[in-house]
């Protein structure tokens, strides 16, 4: 059973079919199953059962409100990487005492607010970091949390732009410095060292540089725990999702690829591959999900706007663009695309280009594609964009954001109304 399929001749999220809220709430609009991101949390949960664990789900993936109070509601930790984020986590009901803070670049005015905010823990990411928030926390007449991310230079063999892991990357304390910022750090007085932290990189679909990552970083956690008392070890996130049937074995139909048992990296495999290296360390163990929390919950609705059949390739222009969902254009990223309208047995397959309106030639969700034709005027549904989608769209060419709604069986609610180009404009108005 998906969340997402076709039911009646149309693509149904759940209960409610997605032509009649694209009718109804206008496109691009992202839609999100409130089931999937329930069961994939919980799936996760219970394959970590073994470990004294924690999720810290990374709100960077998909940051409504909504989203946020649902997974609260199921006892998720958050992992930020702003004060904007933690301001959306405590809007939501969140518990900041259950939050961790990552980036390379925080602020006074961030570091201040999480402190004041009593946030689990902050994961700092350089020795100038971690001096800085000594002297905010002492100048709060505070004591803060910290843990260091550690960079354990080990290939995740994704997407170089999503590829943390490597000593060239920005991220995280050389594994080779670790152990001396954390005798410097321990040193400081206005901070308390809680924890260790890594992250190797996003979207894997791999578990073998989990599992190497583990086995390196497991024994300085040990280490560390004997030497400084730390509490817990964060593996980060990662767990990648089936975005192309080419990366499921087997199958090259979309729907059996997307089957549980056909995903490439399953949450069991991930258990299976690093508990052993993290269960006895005494040490609660935190993990950081985004992408496999939301990623396949979301899909991004689209209208056909117009045909082009060119020289050398037919365009199907859509009423989305890049800055709408950008992967496509930012890491050439792969998203399946449905006629929301069932195809039938009768309709034909044509190679297409599936593109935007936007003033780039970068503008495309797909190019030279097999797909079921569709028309102007029908929709399609961009799959598992859940993740890194409406969060990352912007107002490029003065356009405005798509809204958001959440099904949960037959309920269907906008979380997040469209953004008009008069609530872009009316800020700048009043500045004139
Ligand atoms: C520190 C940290 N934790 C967690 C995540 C979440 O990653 P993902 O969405 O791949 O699970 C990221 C993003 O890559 C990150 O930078
Ligand atoms: N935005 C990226 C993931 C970045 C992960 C955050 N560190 C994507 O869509 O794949």
Not at 111 to 125: T, V, W
Request: aromatic share 10%.
């Amino acid at each position: 059973m998906h969340s997402f399929e076709y039911k009646n001749g149309s693509l149904y999220c759940e209960d409610v079919d997605l032509q009649k809220v694209a009718e109804e709430f206008g496109t691009p609009t992202y839609v999100y199953s409130a089931e999937t991101l329930r069961n994939n949390y919980t799936r996760l949960d219970q394959a970590l059962a073994e470990l004294d664990h924690g999720i810290e789900y990374a709100v960077k993936a998909n940051s409504n409100l909504s989203v946020l109070k649902l997974l609260a509601d199921l006892g998720s930790g958050f992992d930020i990487v702003s004060a904007g984020e933690l301001k959306r986590v405590i809007a939501a009901g969140g518990d900041a005492g259950k939050c961790t803070f990552a980036g390379v670049g925080k602020t006074r005015a961030e570091i201040e607010y999480a402190i004041e905010q009593g946030i689990y823990c902050f994961n700092a990411e350089s020795e100038a970091e971690v001096a800085f928030i000594d002297k905010v926390a002492g100048d709060l007449g505070k004591k803060a949390p910290v843990a260091i991310r550690v960079n354990p230079n080990v290939d995740a063999k994704t997407h170089k732009y999503i590829s943390t892991g490597k000593s060239e990357n920005k991220f995280g304390v050389d594994f080779e410095y670790i152990e001396d910022a954390y005798d410097r750090a321990s040193k400081l007085e206005n901070i308390t060292l809680r924890g260790l932290q890594m992250h190797i990189g996003s979207q894997l679909t791999d578990v073998k540089p989990f599992i190497e990552a583990a086995e390196k970083v497991a024994p300085l956690a040990a280490k560390l725990k004997e030497l400084y008392g730390i509490e817990f070890f964060s593996i980060g996130g990662g767990v990648g999702i089936v975005y192309s049937p080419a990366l499921a074995s087997g199958s090259q139909d979309w729907w059996d690829s997307h089957t549980e048992e056909a995903r490439p990296l399953t949450p069991e495999k991930y258990a299976d591959g690093v508990i052993p290296f993290l269960k006895d360390l005494g040490l609660k163990i935190l993990v950081e999900p985004g992408r496999y929390i939301a990623g396949n919950a979301g899909v991004m609705l689209t209208e056909c706007l117009y045909e082009k059949k060119g020289s050398a390739k037919t365009f199907k222009v859509v009423d989305a663009g890049m800055n709408d969902l950008i992967r496509p254009a930012l890491y050439e990223g792969h998203h399946e695309i449905l006629p929301v309208a069932e195809p039938t047995k009768e309709t034909p397959h044509i190679t297409m280009d599936v593109v935007g309106p936007i003033c780039e030639t970068g503008d495309f969700f797909c190019q030279n594609r097999d797909l079921p034709d569709f028309a102007e005027g029908e929709f399609v549904a961009l799959l598992s964009s859940g993740a890194y989608g409406f969060v990352m769209a912007s107002n490029y060419n003065t356009r405005g954001l798509p809204a958001e709604v959440l099904i949960d069986g037959t309920s269907t609610k906008v979380i997040r109304p469209r953004q008009t180009v008069d609530d872009i404009l009316a800020t700048e108005i009043a500045s004139l």
